[in-house]
C-alpha cells in the first residue's frame, strides 16, 4: 500500500499519473520474440553444418547481432524506454564491432607468419619419445 500511495504522491507533484510497474508487454509479443529466438538458433546450428568457407563466422555473428537486438528490444524493453538508452545500445554495439574489425585486421597481417609445424629435428624426438603428444603432427 505505501507504492501507492508513493504513486500518488508523485502525480501529486507533477499533475501526472504513472504506472506503478513498468511497460507491460503482451504475451503474443514475447512469445513472437522468443519463437523467432529460437528459429534464428535453428539457423544458426543449421548454418555451422554448412561450408561456406570464412562467409560462417560473418553469418554467425549477424545472426547473434538479430538475436542480440531483439533481446534488448523486447526483453529489455529498449523500444519502449527513452531514446537515450538506445543511443547507448547502438554506440556500444558501434564500438565492440569497431574492436572486432581492428582484431580480425590484426590477426589478417599476421596470418603469414603463423607456425605450421615442429622443426624436424624436434618433431623426430616427438615421434621418437612422445608419439601420443599431442602437439606431434600426424603424417
Not at 569497431?98 to 607468419?113: H, I, R, S
Amino acid at each position: 500500500m505505501a507504492s501507492a500511495s508513493h504513486a500518488a504522491h508523485d502525480s501529486h507533484k507533477t499533475g501526472e499519473v504513472h504506472p506503478l510497474v513498468g511497460h507491460l508487454v503482451p504475451y503474443s509479443t514475447l512469445f513472437a520474440t522468443g519463437a523467432a529466438l529460437i528459429v534464428l538458433t535453428a539457423i544458426t546450428v543449421a548454418v555451422r553444418y554448412m561450408d561456406l568457407g570464412e562467409a560462417n563466422i560473418y553469418i554467425a555473428i549477424g545472426i547473434a547481432v538479430v538475436k542480440a537486438t531483439l533481446v534488448s528490444l523486447f526483453f529489455m524493453h529498449l523500444r519502449w524506454d527513452r531514446p537515450f538508452n538506445l543511443m547507448m545500445l547502438v554506440g556500444s554495439m558501434i564500438f565492440v564491432l569497431l574492436m572486432m574489425v581492428f582484431c580480425m585486421m590484426d590477426v589478417g597481417q599476421n596470418l603469414a607468419k603463423e607456425n605450421m609445424g615442429n622443426p624436424s629435428a624436434v618433431q623426430n624426438y616427438l615421434n621418437a619419445n612422445a608419439p601420443f603428444a599431442p602437439i606431434t603432427a600426424k603424417q
